[in-house]
């Protein structure tokens, strides 16, 4: 039997900055978001699923999860960031502001007259891509998408299916967003759409990030109508733009009491964690394969815009074997009696193996302590997938891939 591969943490102990970045996600900018996104036919509001009987085993007085498997049927929470930055960036060539840009004036033949058609850009792992693919399509613009070395065909296909010309390269994701920006800067109205940031990109990533922000107010609301409040959040993080939302929402939202705000990587590509570690306020990126079932969360490099929010506001870091996301999906999808089943992929379902951990296994009890997780404790959680890729999801559900006496996804 192969050692278990371990969690490693970090309480934040980074330098603070200004914190310029976390009035962007203030509730008001959350709330347009989220009015937009309302004028979507296709608009509900995702489910947040007490577990409670799964609270009790664990010893927590609650537990939520948010499940995004049910977004615009598209199985994901990215197609959010995607349609947002798309509206704000035709409503600002337009001279106009977001509000002014409803889904049917977007779709409408008036504004395809005076916007024309634009080329929307963007690189994935899979449900970013296939949310950007979606909404170009459904408001008759043009994307193309480059995927990395590493993704299903599964995942192609989907983003194929929204009209989208979709390639899988011989890079990995950071490459791949660079190879991206390349095209759309040399194609005539070509748009970079992409949901990590860097220096002297920084307005679409952060208009993205709003767009994450729906699922946050969503559930803040869903919370308040169960008399709840949260003292605990854990979100998972690729280049930290969903956790940069979430967490910068709830700093927003309770400025003087905020909750315990915990950022959940892969340890193929815990660059966040890194940086932590490192706590100077640099940023430390991963290279290379970045190999693991987290496909969503393997990215290298921080967003610029997610990371000065998470400096200042989340409250550790952590980074996880891919057994801990295999047990998260089994947990979900196999629950006790009287809890709801929730199906969440491998990218969604790292948090909920986390905590799993964290309450159930002795060898995690300093990191129970240091987060204050007792019978007290309401928690939160992000499932941000469904079963995305099928195939894998079924090969960690029924055959047991990455169990916990494994070695990462890589080694298997």
């Not at 480059?146 to 490459?175: F, H, Q, S, W």
């Not at 040399?186 to 767009?211: L, R």
């Not at 559930?219 to 280049?239: C, I, M, N, Y």
Request: hydrophobic share 40%; with cysteine.
């Amino acid at each position: 039997m192969s050692k278990t591969a371990q969690i490693k943490w970090t309480l934040n102990h980074i330098a603070p900055s200004d914190d310029r970045q976390v009035e962007n996600m203030s509730v008001a900018e959350m709330e347009k978001a989220g009015n937009f996104h309302r004028s979507f036919p296709q608009y509900e509001v995702t489910p947040l699923t007490p577990l409670n009987n799964l609270a009790d085993y664990l010893g927590l007085k609650r537990l939520y999860v948010k499940d995004e498997s049910y977004r615009f049927g598209l199985n994901a929470f990215k197609v959010l960031g995607g349609s947002y930055a798309i509206a704000r960036y035709i409503a600002q060539q337009l001279g106009k502001d977001v509000s002014e840009v409803p889904y049917n004036v977007l779709t409408s033949d008036k504004l395809r007259e005076e916007f024309g058609q634009a080329t929307f850009f963007t690189a994935t792992d899979g449900n970013h891509g296939r949310g950007i693919a979606w909404a170009a399509n459904k408001l008759r613009q043009k994307c193309v998408v480059r995927m990395p070395k590493g993704t299903t065909r599964t995942r192609l296909e989907n983003i194929a299916k929204e009209n989208a010309a979709v390639t899988i390269e011989n890079l990995n994701y950071d490459e791949c967003v660079r190879m991206a920006a390349k095209e759309a800067a040399q194609t005539e109205h070509g748009i970079m759409v992409q949901d990590t940031a860097w220096e002297g990109y920084e307005e679409i990533p952060t208009w993205i990030m709003q767009g994450y922000g729906t699922l946050a107010l969503e559930a803040d609301k869903q919370l308040e109508e169960d008399g709840s409040r949260p003292t605990h959040v854990f979100v998972q993080a690729g280049v930290g733009s969903l956790a940069g939302a979430v967490i910068g929402y709830f700093a927003n939202r309770f400025k003087e009491n905020p909750p315990i705000m915990v950022v959940v990587e892969a340890n193929a590509a815990d660059c966040l964690y890194r940086s932590a570690v490192q706590a100077d306020g640099s940023r430390v990126d991963v290279t290379g394969d970045m190999l693991t079932i987290m496909a969503g969360l393997a990215c290298g490099e921080a967003n610029t815009v997610s990371w000065d929010i998470l400096r200042n506001h989340a409250s550790a870091f952590v980074s996880c074997p891919d057994w801990v996301s295999a047990n998260g999906t089994r947990i979900y999808g196999s629950p006790l009696r009287g809890d709801k089943q929730v199906i969440s992929g491998e990218s969604g379902s790292v948090s909920m193996g986390l905590l799993h951990a964290i309450m159930t296994k002795p060898e995690y009890r300093d990191l129970k302590e240091a987060l204050k997780l007792d019978e007290n404790s309401e928690v939160l959680l992000v499932s941000s997938e469904g079963d995305t890729d099928p195939d894998r999801y079924r090969e960690i559900v029924w055959e047991g891939l990455c169990g916990s006496d494994k070695e990462p996804f890589a080694d298997i």
